[in-house]
Every structure is written in structure tokens, then in C-alpha cells.
């Protein structure tokens, strides 16, 4: 496959998610739009183009977007809220918490930069926390898309759930993964291959390294490895962590520090369950790295598509000498 061909195949969530809104607002009149002056960034412009009676820019003011959304919300509007995901997860986490979750507000919180997917923003624009802050917060589901089809059916399922939602997403680019006939549902997730020696669950921009780490580990071992897909990070899909388990060997990754992210709500259903199995969670590993590019980041802490094929080789007690396994030349 051609360079340019691959490239052209690459999709920017924020690009799906900030267009796709135009579709929400022609949907449903009660669907607002708001920003704390980042509409190129989460690329909303054309929403605002298009409804501008129901686009609010509050300035740089995230703790104000927050509870201006909220008083929306309390008057009978569906407020979308978009900006960085550190902004709102942090900077404005006692509104999230007090004035959206704590009334049970249907409050949408669009948050673009996840994980170090920000690169040489550096620590300050990634968000490597906030899966560990919101899912602190009672009554609030955390999502998270892996591809464009997903993206936008996730964006239509919040049009009718009841409570607040935080949308964590990547800016890096990400591949189809889904087709015409998939169907997202809140709080269940999708296993996108089927495997019984082993099992990724990640999400997010992870979805895609999984699955060609998957192709990887078959072609040179024939072991089968299963990739699931939990878009619903809170409330976590049990039944899916239950089962992947039974695998005996479990990896779990997302672009998140590996303490209170998605490995650690898998892990608190395994403990719970008394289920025994070789286990690891890959992500950022409780530190503040510098800065570097995301794809050299997700390569040096290992989930990415050859970090993640070593990992499970290594579950699974193969070398990469003995599988004869040699990425560069995949």
C-alpha cells in the first residue's frame, strides 16, 4: 500500500466530530453549541456558520463554558461543549462536578486533545488524567471514539441519554475500523476480532494499533488474538472484560497514564470477580514526559502497534526470536 494511499485513508476525529455537529443541530433545534474561543482547534466554525443563534463563544473561560452550559441545560437545551480535554477535565472539574453531574445535567463535554495525542503541546494541552477526574465525578459516562463511523453515532446516542457525557477524543489520525452496519450503543463494547489465546481491550486511538498488532502476532505464531473496543470507558462493559479474560491472557491499553484510566476500571471488575489471569495495562507510565511527537511517545511507552504485538508475546511466553517475528519488515 502506497504512502499516499494510506494517507488519504486517515481520518481527525475532531474534524468528524466538529462537522458532524451540523447534523445534530438540523436534527434537533434544542442542540447548542459552545466554546471557549477555540473554534478552529475543535472545528466547530461550521456549525456556527450555519446556526449562529445557537453558537456561544464564552471566551477563554472554561469554568464559565462549564456552568453557562449547565443554566442551558436546566432551560430545556442539549448544550454540546467543546474545547481541550485538560481545560475541561481540570480547569473547570468543580463545574463539571457541582453544576452538570451533581443536578444530573444533559451536558456534553467535547474534549479534544486526549492523552498525549497533543504531542509538542507538551504536558499542559495532554490529558493523561482525566479519565481518572471524570470517572471520579458520580453519574458521569466517559466515551471515547476509535474511528470516524463511531465518532458520529456516538455523537447521535447522546442526542437521547439521559445525564452528563465527557467525549475524550485523539487528534492523531485514525483508520476505519467500522463499516455500514455497526451499531454503537452506550455502555457496550465491540470486539472487532475474534481471538482465544489472547485479548487487547483499548479504545480510542488504540483500536487501530491493536488490530494490525493482532494481524502481526497471527501471521508469525497463528495465535488469535482478540481487539476490543471499549468506547464506553464509564460505565465499564463487565460482561466484555469478563469474557476477554477467559482468554487467559489480557492487555489492556489507552492513551491515558496506566493508574486511574481504563486498566485500572478492567482491573477493579477482575479483582471484584476473582479472576485470575496474566495481565498488564500499557499507557503512560505515572510519569510527566517531556514532550515529543505522539506516534514517538506511544512507541517509547509501548502501545503502539509494536509495542503492543510485544507485550502480548510476551503474556503468551514467545520470544521474538523464536516466532521468527520481525516488525520493521511489516
Request: net charge neutral.
Amino acid at each position: 500500500m502506497s504512502e499516499e494511499k494510506t494517507k488519504a485513508q486517515k481520518k481527525y476525529l475532531r474534524d468528524i466530530l466538529g462537522c458532524h455537529m451540523v447534523e445534530l443541530g438540523k436534527s434537533n433545534d434544542r442542540v447548542i453549541l459552545i466554546n471557549a474561543d477555540l473554534m478552529g482547534t475543535c472545528r466547530t466554525k461550521t456549525f456556527a456558520d450555519n446556526f449562529p443563534e445557537r453558537s456561544f463563544n464564552v471566551g477563554i473561560a472554561e469554568q464559565n463554558m462549564i456552568s453557562f452550559a449547565a443554566g442551558m441545560a436546566h432551560e430545556g437545551f442539549i448544550p454540546y461543549v467543546f474545547s481541550m480535554a485538560p481545560f475541561i477535565s481540570m480547569r473547570a472539574c468543580e463545574q463539571c462536578r457541582t453544576d452538570v453531574a451533581y443536578s444530573g445535567l444533559n451536558v456534553r463535554m467535547m474534549a479534544i486533545y486526549a492523552g498525549c495525542s497533543g504531542g509538542i503541546s507538551g504536558a499542559t494541552h495532554w490529558a493523561i488524567e482525566d479519565c481518572s477526574i471524570m470517572g471520579g465525578i458520580p453519574g458521569m459516562t466517559i466515551l471515547e471514539p476509535c474511528d470516524a463511523t463511531q465518532a458520529k453515532q456516538m455523537l447521535r446516542a447522546t442526542l437521547h441519554f439521559n445525564g452528563p457525557v465527557y467525549i475524550r477524543s485523539s487528534i492523531e489520525s485514525v483508520e476505519d475500523i467500522y463499516g455500514e452496519n455497526y451499531i454503537f450503543k452506550i455502555g457496550t463494547a465491540s470486539t472487532v476480532r475474534q481471538g482465544n489465546d489472547g485479548a487487547f481491550l483499548c479504545a480510542g486511538v488504540v483500536v487501530q494499533y491493536a488490530l494490525k498488532a493482532a494481524d502481526i502476532i497471527k501471521h508469525y505464531t497463528g495465535k488469535e488474538i482478540r481487539v476490543v473496543d471499549m468506547s464506553t470507558i464509564k460505565p465499564i462493559d463487565r460482561k466484555a472484560v469478563i469474557y476477554a479474560a477467559k482468554t487467559g491472557n489480557l492487555i489492556v491499553a489507552q492513551d491515558h497514564n496506566i493508574v486511574g484510566g481504563l486498566g485500572y476500571f478492567a482491573a477493579a471488575v477482575l479483582a471484584e470477580e476473582h479472576i485470575s489471569v496474566n495481565f498488564r495495562i500499557l499507557g503512560i507510565p505515572d510519569i510527566f514526559s517531556p514532550m515529543a511527537h505522539a506516534s514517538y511517545l506511544y512507541h517509547k511507552y509501548g502501545y503502539d502497534t509494536e509495542g503492543l504485538a510485544a507485550a502480548m508475546l510476551e503474556l503468551l511466553g514467545i520470544s521474538k526470536q523464536k516466532s521468527c517475528w520481525r516488525y520493521s519488515k511489516i
